[in-house]
């Protein structure tokens, strides 16, 4: 079974870049057949799909985020990223990282979401 846990610091500076890592276990993101996917919830919101990268390796993002997000892996840590940059407090949030599956847009795993906030 797959799991993922996000990691990364809480806190971060407005104008500074938000670094997150997704950790996978029970799964490579190479070889499983998912869109490994980032997603967030700013307080009192739905959830904000962000973009994935998915076990071919290419990338997607959504237009809204797309001028300052980066998602990539390390393929040897079984790993996956989350830059954002230019943050502002508007990127406070909760983020998840996700398991999509690539035939039924179904997000099959999650990790539990990390709390991450934007303030000087």
């Known amino acids: 079974q797959v799991q993922l846990q996000e990691s990364g610091p809480g806190l971060v500076k407005p104008s500074q870049t938000l670094s997150l890592t997704c950790t996978v276990s029970?799964?490579?993101?190479?070889?499983?057949?998912?869109?490994w996917s980032w997603i967030r919830q700013p307080p009192g919101k739905g959830l904000e799909w962000m973009g994935n990268i998915v076990y071919e390796g290419t990338t997607a993002y959504s237009p809204s985020l797309k001028s300052r997000t980066s998602i990539s892996r390390d393929t040897s840590k079984n790993q996956f990223s989350l830059q954002l940059s230019s943050v502002t407090p508007e990127d406070t949030a909760v983020y998840y990282c996700?398991?999509?599956?690539?035939?039924?847009?179904?997000?099959?795993?999650w990790g539990q979401g990390t709390q991450v906030t934007v303030s000087s």
């Open positions: 029970g799964g490579s993101i190479t070889t499983s057949y998912y869109a």
């Open positions: 996700a398991a999509r599956t690539v035939e039924n847009n179904e997000y099959k795993y």
